[in-house]
């Protein structure tokens, strides 16, 4: 594409990737999602900013799937493309083998901003909405599984409440509870505890990871923190900045915080994100 | 070197009842100083006691009629139903123009919100006309419309369009981005989208533009009265105002502003109140 001038080290690295793909399509397993070979660029008034450079990577059924990368690596970018805000100039991203071509229910959204709730809806109408607008289920039914969504992230009691009277957990909780009630495809989490203070972040890392047991649903999640991404991942996308390319594909295995495994890991991607690329790629992302 | 170690504290907190007041009802002067509606009262009183003094003061019921002479000569025209009657057509003609300027006002705003060329068209119209005074196309109203209703309804509505668009559009585009990609989330377009995500999100900026336009509207009704008097048999306020200056009857001039007055308090203070409760308020946007 014009404006992009293809990186030194890429040819090497895009190499590596296809081959590991080679090896999934071997295995049989057909992706959920299939990000190839994305670049995506946005315009300020004054220039032309390439976000992401040849991205990479497949998200299979039931995967907790974080994004990571320093601010500026192109993550929330890249999200808002699978959303199908923003067209990919090069590549192509595939949702069950469809082209993501405009933004759709099939791929909820959960935003880190606390303004995502509509204010004008209570809580059990703001998780109801989605399912009436998009016509999946309508009355008593939409109901039963609002209510029932709400109570799985244990708002039952503020049902009837507008979002105005909650507080910032609890607004992502119901933002959770909305995306869930749809049932998407794929659920699309955008820092979503990056304006939480830290008690209230660990509570809600805890109980989305109950919910996952619990409903087993995909989600690709977008974060800054290493800790988070360890904690909630169970593979682990790091990108690199200005633009975002792949560093690696990590696994993480639900290591205790406090464990060795849990330092180890996170001294590797601190090391792979931040030192010079001169670190053996290959070797990291076997492990 | 570190200071020699202090032992831990562990505290018992003290049990509620023993405090003293934790939490107590506010006294009854409080609580009435709380009601929006005795304050403004009270204000009116003050206003009603200072128009009297000065008038008794002044001692010339031909420039400043007394608060109670006016009072006396708006009682006299309820009671013997000519200022109802006037009151009534004035306000049917306001209704008609409100009514007609507001659904120009949403066509012309919802086009302007779906497509770039028609918010390229309303910013220049609202800048072309908004300046333009009502009064100032009344000669050319008369001549397209004759004497009549047609012609007041016609000012009004360019009164009232400009105000309301302005505003509306304003409001708009005022709309958080999130919000925005939220109603894009669910697959909403086009007016499904205007109408349940962009509405009430900017009903606040909306709202103020109503309460602009019913101003503007009274104005212009009013004054197109009074330049161009009665118009197809039965005159409204303005009319009752002009005839009544001419006939030197001040206290009736005074009596039929006054009907202007109480009208416009009583649909600010209900109507628009009402309608604030019951939305923006409730929804948390305005407090």
Same mark, same amino acid.
């Given at each position: 594409?014009?404006?992009?001038?293809?990186?030194?080290?890429?040819?090497?690295?895009?190499?590596?990737?296809?081959?590991?793909?080679?090896?999934?399509?071997?295995? /049989?397993?057909?992706?959920?999602?299939?990000?190839?070979?994305?670049?995506?660029?946005?315009?300020?008034?004054?220039?032309?900013?390439?976000?992401?450079?040849?991205?990479?990577?497949?998200?299979?059924?039931?995967?907790?799937?974080?994004?990571? /990368?320093?601010?500026?690596?192109?993550?929330?970018?890249?999200?808002?493309?699978?959303?199908?805000?923003?067209?990919?100039?090069?590549?192509?991203?595939?949702?069950?083998?469809?082209?993501?071509?405009?933004?759709?229910?099939?791929?909820?959204?959960?935003?880190?901003?606390?303004?995502?709730?509509?204010?004008?809806?209570?809580?059990?109408?703001?998780?109801?909405?989605?399912?009436?607008?998009?016509?999946?289920?309508?009355?008593?039914?939409?109901?039963?599984?609002?209510?029932?969504?709400?109570?799985?992230?244990?708002?039952?009691?503020?049902?009837?409440?507008?979002?105005?009277?909650?507080?910032?957990?609890?607004?992502?909780?119901?933002?959770?509870?909305?995306?869930?009630?749809?049932?998407?495809?794929?659920?699309?989490?955008?820092?979503?505890?990056?304006?939480?203070?830290?008690?209230?972040?660990?509570?809600?890392?805890?109980?989305?990871?109950?919910?996952?047991?619990?409903?087993?649903?995909?989600?690709?999640?977008?974060?800054?923190?290493?800790?988070?991404?360890?904690?909630?991942?169970?593979?682990?996308?790091?990108?690199?900045?200005?633009? /975002?390319?792949?560093?690696?594909?990590?696994?993480?295995?639900?290591?205790?915080?406090?464990?060795?495994?849990?330092?180890?890991?996170?001294?590797?991607?601190?090391?792979?994100?931040?030192?010079?690329?001169?670190?053996?790629? /290959?070797?990291?992302?076997?492990? | 070197?570190?200071?020699?170690?202090?032992?831990?504290?562990?505290?018992?907190?003290?049990?509620?009842?023993?405090?003293?007041?934790?939490?107590?009802?506010?006294?009854?002067?409080?609580?009435?100083?709380?009601?929006?509606?005795?304050?403004?009262?009270? *204000?009116?009183?003050? *206003?009603? $006691?200072?128009?009297?003094?000065?008038?008794?003061?002044?001692?010339?019921?031909? $420039?400043?009629?007394?608060?109670? %002479?006016?009072?006396?000569?708006?009682?006299?025209?309820?009671?013997?139903?000519? $200022?109802?009657?006037?009151?009534?057509? %004035?306000?049917?003609?306001?209704?008609?123009?409100?009514?007609?300027?507001?659904?120009?006002?949403?066509?012309?705003?919802?086009?302007?919100?779906?497509?770039?060329?028609?918010?390229?068209?309303?910013?220049?119209?609202?800048?072309?006309?908004?300046?333009? !005074?009502?009064?100032?196309? *009344?000669?050319?109203?008369?001549?397209?419309?004759?004497?009549?209703?047609? %012609?007041?309804?016609?000012?009004?509505?360019?009164?009232?369009?400009?105000?309301?668009?302005?505003?509306?559009?304003?409001?708009?585009?005022?709309? %958080?981005?999130? *919000?925005?990609?939220?109603?894009?989330?669910?697959?909403?377009?086009?007016?499904?989208?205007?109408?349940?995500?962009?509405?009430?999100?900017?009903?606040?900026?909306?709202?103020?533009? $109503?309460?602009?336009?019913?101003?503007?509207?009274?104005?212009?009704?009013?004054?197109?009265?009074?330049?161009?008097?009665?118009?197809?048999?039965?005159?409204?306020?303005?009319?009752?105002?002009?005839?009544?200056?001419?006939?030197?009857?001040? !206290?009736?001039?005074?009596?039929?502003?006054?009907?202007?007055?109480?009208?416009?308090?009583?649909?600010?203070?209900?109507?628009?109140?009402?309608?604030?409760?019951?939305?923006?308020?409730?929804?948390?946007?305005?407090?």
């Amino acid at each position: 594409m014009a404006g992009v001038s293809p990186p030194q080290q890429g040819g090497p690295r895009q190499s590596t990737k296809r081959e590991e793909r080679r090896d999934d399509e071997a295995c /049989g397993v057909a992706p959920l999602l299939a990000v190839h070979g994305v670049t995506l660029q946005y315009k300020t008034p004054d220039r032309l900013v390439t976000a992401t450079y040849r991205v990479d990577f497949d998200v299979q059924r039931g995967e907790r799937f974080v994004i990571l /990368g320093p601010s500026g690596c192109g993550k929330s970018t890249l999200l808002k493309a699978i959303g199908g805000y923003l067209a990919p100039v090069e590549g192509e991203i595939r949702l069950k083998g469809t082209r993501i071509g405009k933004p759709g229910p099939d791929r909820m959204m959960v935003f880190q901003e606390f303004d995502q709730l509509l204010p004008w809806r209570t809580v059990k109408e703001n998780v109801m909405f989605p399912l009436l607008a998009s016509g999946r289920l309508a009355g008593t039914a939409a109901d039963a599984r609002a209510l029932d969504c709400i109570r799985k992230v244990n708002l039952h009691d503020f049902a009837d409440s507008f979002p105005h009277v909650l507080s910032g957990g609890m607004k992502q909780r119901v933002a959770i509870a909305r995306a869930l009630a749809m049932e998407p495809d794929i659920l699309l989490m955008d820092e979503p505890f990056a304006a939480l203070d830290a008690l209230t972040r660990r509570k809600m890392q805890d109980e989305l990871l109950a919910l996952w047991q619990e409903t087993n649903f995909t989600v690709v999640f977008v974060t800054h923190s290493i800790a988070e991404a360890i904690k909630v991942g169970s593979r682990i996308l790091l990108l690199t900045p200005h633009p /975002g390319q792949v560093r690696a594909e990590l696994n993480s295995l639900g290591t205790d915080a406090d464990s060795h495994e849990f330092a180890a890991l996170e001294r590797r991607i601190h090391a792979l994100l931040f030192d010079t690329p001169d670190t053996p790629i /290959g070797a990291g992302v076997e492990a | 070197m570190l200071p020699a170690q202090r032992p831990e504290i562990v505290r018992d907190p003290v049990a509620a009842g023993a405090l003293g007041v934790v939490e107590a009802p506010l006294s009854l002067g409080e609580r009435i100083a709380n009601i929006g509606a005795v304050r403004k009262l009270a *204000l009116l009183v003050a *206003l009603a $006691l200072l128009w009297e003094g000065y008038a008794r003061w002044l001692n010339n019921p031909l $420039l400043v009629p007394t608060f109670s %002479s006016t009072l006396e000569a708006f009682a006299r025209g309820i009671a013997g139903g000519e $200022l109802v009657g006037k009151a009534a057509t %004035s306000l049917r003609v306001l209704l008609i123009g409100y009514a007609l300027g507001i659904a120009c006002a949403a066509v012309l705003t919802i086009v302007a919100i779906l497509s770039r060329v028609g918010t390229d068209i309303l910013e220049l119209m609202t800048a072309m006309f908004n300046p333009l !005074p009502a009064i100032a196309l *009344l000669p050319l109203a008369l001549i397209w419309f004759g004497l009549g209703y047609g %012609s007041i309804v016609f000012v009004i509505v360019h009164s009232v369009l400009w105000a309301v668009a302005l505003n509306t559009h304003a409001g708009f585009r005022a709309v %958080s981005p999130t *919000l925005r990609m939220v109603g894009r989330n669910y697959g909403l377009a086009g007016v499904r989208y205007v109408t349940a995500i962009l509405i009430p999100a900017a009903f606040p900026s909306i709202l103020t533009g $109503l309460k602009i336009g019913w101003a503007f509207a009274w104005r212009t009704l009013i004054a197109a009265e009074l330049v161009f008097g009665v118009s197809s048999g039965a005159g409204g306020l303005g009319w009752f105002i002009y005839e009544n200056k001419n006939q030197l009857d001040i !206290p009736n001039v005074f009596a039929g502003l006054f009907t202007v007055i109480v009208i416009g308090l009583v649909v600010e203070n209900a109507i628009f109140r009402w309608i604030e409760a019951r939305t923006v308020r409730r929804w948390g946007m305005q407090v």
